[in-house]
């Protein structure tokens, strides 16, 4: 019996419902939603709610080159080519196309590449041509939607339905870039569609976005090939070949059964995408029973029956894809940074026993990196949970407000995770830990995987407080919850600390996750039968670093050997951040053993620079070690007072975990060292005024010629008040001046003040390496983006904390106000996580910046609620927002959970030792 509807079967769980769309002749993707009507896991699945369904990805034929408007409407590609639909034009997999013929003055020619539709090719009157092939359900319209610059014109199976010509000037000079051309509704038929557009350039590049119902995209991703990344969840085998068989191209498969609570589809045919010179041949057919356990939790059992013997390279019984690509739509001007195929971006990681994975690098050879080999190569994404059926909480860090965890359970298979820079994370179920195996014909295999929500903050890492501000408590715990536990880890078998997920790492990372582990504490509910959590990654990770630490104190791993290789450069302020955070560890679990493993490693990573010392400050010849924790594509010499400020910071950390174990004698020369360099910064780098007369700060560098350069760096003002270098008088006034710009800049720019911008001044032109500043942003100012007048949230953490430090709690409150609301509306999980003076938006993917914002929310802890802990004990000093009469958070220290409850008079706070929460 066959049931030609779609069917909605509702679940208990967070994630609300599954949807199980029969209307096409494809499976469709699964789709999860939240019962508050938040997209939610959704984004794990295709968002689409059209029948429609990519068939082969956007092909982009050209530019050509060396060819001027004129040309255009003399045709030299054959369009025929592309509008037969004979013709292949594109592999499914987006690999490669097919030779297309074309003419250029008689001369026969071919073109056999594709490039991503929205390529932004900036190559004045040129030509190009988009192909795409859609599969449609039934016999219908297309409400077809383009928006194009300049001229094109639009083809729908071989019929013109749109063209924009020289002649049409009062449209051209109507119609903006992007702004909507309404085709109006196009014919199509049931089954296979192939649109064309063809897009002649003017001086802007290429730019076409079809749309169909309501704005949503007719496309599928583009720039870097996702293949099974395009978000969804369904099954699929790669043999050896890397011929790809996959559910959602099955064809002839019934539902037999649907109730509310079960749905039964049988004879799924694993295939290639059918036609086209391809194989219509399945090597292996699979029955689905979607049902709804008593938790409410979605139960999909997969049975396979083997048709053919075949050699199995990958394959997922099924497999959940996440897009962890952050953004909707490229920067302007920028063509290699591509589109989300997804309105939502969701990163997963399973939070397990390193101990129980089976890791290979053979996974990475299956999936390699596409971006930063020499910088990655040492991580592992992908890897087997060897406890069969055993369950997982993965932890999610999404683009949307989120507080749950994806609850995986394995019945007779093995939990899985892969995952690709700037590409997927994918979850899913193997039959065995054997991912490479031979299926003999005729056999027989059934596994299962339960799919459900748990809530987020009852594992992992998490913020534990009550503050009468609601709104910002729960921004700032979800917000934390996710990001903490996900985006900072560049691999789940190593734990290594990166920059994002299955991205570039540098040791300096480690900072920001340690910084993040004092202001929260790991909730007892394990994560998985073998409970791994933020605590111990990051002694992992520690573990790693120190134990790769040179006779000289240097580290070569990840990021550190590229810019030791490539650039001859040794990062100054990394040594002193690893042992900052070593402290970090220590104050928060009391690992003596710890200390003991990696205390002498400490001590040559304090003595790395000392070669750098000149009266008591680093000084930087010329050709000098670069200071990486700065400002990008900027060139340093003399003395710089970022890598100054972190230097005595380290000092302030090394004397700490020397009388730890008792060196008191060297703990007491390293403190007078600090004192002696404070005292030698505030004489060199302090002027009264520095930004102006009366506007008092601390230069940014000096260099060697004497040559002194003030633009407020946020890492170098607010944390020379936060590490104790400014006195009192000198934190006033440098707060002055830095209120007193930015009332300026909200005036003059329209500066936000959802996050705390990197300078507030222009970085000095004699100071800019090769003009590559001048580029950002795009528009070609070289003030107001990226690190020159924008924002990396990172910087935020120490304003909050310099102005709580300070006495402008008030102040302290508002930008920790803005920050969370902007966090609680997208978790900052956008683009570059780069941010322009306006607060938006200034780069997209091409970097996503994610652990350099994760410890904002521990400012909180440490700014707001003045807390912090000693060797001796926990403090807190300052007072409370006004409005606040009392906040309480639970923080690690030295192994013990302990509770602050702070009323509004610091006299009044209450310390003592907790349960574990």
């Known amino acids: 019996m066959s049931y030609p509807t779609a069917h909605q079967a509702c679940l208990n769980g967070a994630f609300g419902e599954v949807i199980v769309d029969l209307d096409h002749p494809y499976v469709s993707h699964l789709k999860l939603r939240q019962q508050d009507g938040i997209l939610g896991v959704k984004s794990l699945l295709n968002t689409a709610d059209t029948g429609a369904q990519l068939a082969v990805d956007w092909g982009l034929f050209g530019p050509f080159a060396g060819h001027s408007a004129a040309d255009v409407e003399r045709p030299y590609l054959r369009e025929e080519a592309l509008l037969d639909p004979r013709n292949p034009a594109l592999r499914s997999d987006g690999s490669a196309c097919y030779p297309i013929p074309y003419r250029i003055k008689g001369e026969e020619c071919s073109v056999n590449f594709a490039e991503g539709l929205n390529t932004a090719a900036m190559f004045p009157d040129k030509v190009a041509y988009a192909v795409a092939i859609f599969q449609w359900p039934t016999v219908e319209t297309i409400a077809l939607t383009i928006e194009m610059d300049w001229l094109g014109v639009v083809w729908v199976n071989g019929q013109e339905v749109l063209r924009l010509t020289n002649e049409a000037r009062a449209i051209r000079e109507t119609k903006k870039v992007g702004q909507p051309l309404i085709v109006g509704n196009v014919p199509a038929r049931q089954g296979e569609n192939r649109i064309v557009i063809k897009c002649m350039s003017g001086s802007s590049g290429f730019f076409v976005k079809p749309t169909i119902r309501g704005g949503e995209r007719l496309r599928a991703a583009n720039g870097i090939p996702v293949n099974l990344g395009r978000v969804g969840a369904y099954s699929y085998v790669e043999d050896l070949d890397g011929n790809l068989f996959q559910s959602h191209y099955s064809r002839g498969h019934v539902a037999t059964e649907i109730s509310d609570r079960r749905i039964a589809i049988r004879n799924i045919r694993l295939q290639k995408y059918p036609g086209y010179g391809m194989s219509d041949g399945w090597p292996v057919e699979e029955d689905w029973v979607l049902s709804v356990t008593a938790e409410g939790d979605l139960r999909w059992a997969i049975t396979q029956r083997w048709r053919t013997c075949t050699h199995v390279r990958k394959m997922a019984l099924p497999g959940l894809f996440f897009n962890v690509r952050a953004n909707a739509e490229p920067t302007p001007g920028i063509a290699y940074n591509h589109t989300n195929p997804e309105a939502n971006a969701v990163a997963a990681l399973l939070w397990v026993d390193p101990r129980q994975w089976r890791a290979s690098d053979r996974y990475n050879e299956l999936n390699p990196f596409q971006f930063c080999n020499r910088y990655s190569s040492e991580t592992r994404n992908h890897a087997v949970y060897q406890q069969r059926n055993g369950w997982v909480r993965a932890k999610l860090y999404t683009s949307f407000p ?402 709580a430090r300070a006495g402008d709690v008030e102040g302290a409150y508002d930008r920790l106000r803005r920050f969370s609301a902007r966090a609680g509306r997208t978790n900052l999980f956008e683009g570059d996580t780069s941010f322009d003076m306006r607060g938006k938006l200034f780069g997209y993917n091409s970097e996503p910046y994610l652990a350099d914002q994760l410890m904002v929310a521990a400012a909180l802890v440490h700014g707001l609620l003045g807390i912090r802990q000693t060797l001796d004990g926990v403090t807190v000093s300052g007072r409370l927002p006004s409005r606040w009469p009392q906040a309480t958070a639970v923080v690690p220290w030295m192994g013990r959970q302990v509770e602050v409850v702070r009323a509004n008079d610091a006299a009044t706070a209450t310390i003592r030792e907790v349960e574990p929460h």
């Open 402 to 803: 989120n507080d749950q965890d994806l609850y995986l359970e394995a019945d007779n298979g093995h939990v899985f995770r892969r995952g690709r820079y700037s590409s997927h994370n994918e979850l899913g179920l193997l039959p065995d830990l054997d991912n490479v195996r031979e299926f003999k014909a005729g056999t027989t295999l059934t596994v299962a995987l339960k799919i459900g929500a748990r809530p987020g903050l009852q594992s992992g890492l998490n913020l534990h407080c009550e503050l009468p501000d609601k709104s910002m408590e729960r921004d700032l715990s979800t917000y934390s919850s996710s990001l903490v536990n996900v985006a900072p880890w560049a691999s789940p078998v190593d734990y290594t600390i990166g920059n994002q997920v299955e991205g570039v790492y540098y040791t300096g990372d480690i900072l920001f996750s340690s910084v993040a582990l004092l202001a929260g504490i790991e909730s007892p509910t394990p994560l998985s039968g073998h409970p791994f959590g933020a605590t111990q990654g990051i002694c992992r990770s520690l573990d790693k670093i120190f134990s790769e630490v040179d006779e000289h104190g240097q580290v070569f791993v990840g990021f550190n050997r590229a810019v030791a290789t490539e650039i001859d450069a040794v990062v100054v302020e990394e040594p002193y951040m690893t042992v900052v955070a070593a402290e970090c560890y220590f104050l928060a679990t009391a690992d003596r053993s710890f200390l003991a493993r990696h205390l002498s490693a400490i001590h040559r990573r304090m003595a790395a620079c000392d070669a750098y010392l000149k009266e008591d400050l680093l000084s930087l010849g010329e050709g000098a070690p670069e200071p990486l924790m700065y400002l990008d594509s900027l060139k340093f010499s003399g003395a710089v007072a970022g890598s100054n400020a972190w230097y005595i910071r380290g000092l302030e950390a090394y004397a700490l975990l020397l009388e730890a174990v008792g060196e008191l004698v060297l703990a007491e020369t390293v403190r007078r060292k600090r004192e002696r360099a404070i005292r030698a910064f505030n004489q060199v780098f302090w002027n009264e005024n520095a930004y102006g007369p009366g506007q008092a700060g601390y230069y940014d560098c000096i260099e060697p010629n004497g040559r002194k350069h003030a633009y407020f760096y946020a890492n170098v003002q607010y944390p020379a008040i936060v590490f104790g270098i400014a006195s009192p008088e000198q934190a006033a006034r440098l707060l002055r001046t830095a209120d007193q710009r930015q009332a300026q800049l909200t005036t003059q720019y329209g500066y936000s003040g959802e996050f705390t911008l990197d300078n507030l001044w222009p970085v000095d032109d004699a100071l800019i390496r090769g003009g590559e500043q001048k580029v950002w942003p795009p528009t070609g100012t070289s003030f107001g983006g990226y690190m020159n007048g924008g924002s990396m949230p990172c910087m935020t953490y120490y304003e909050v904390l310099a102005r």
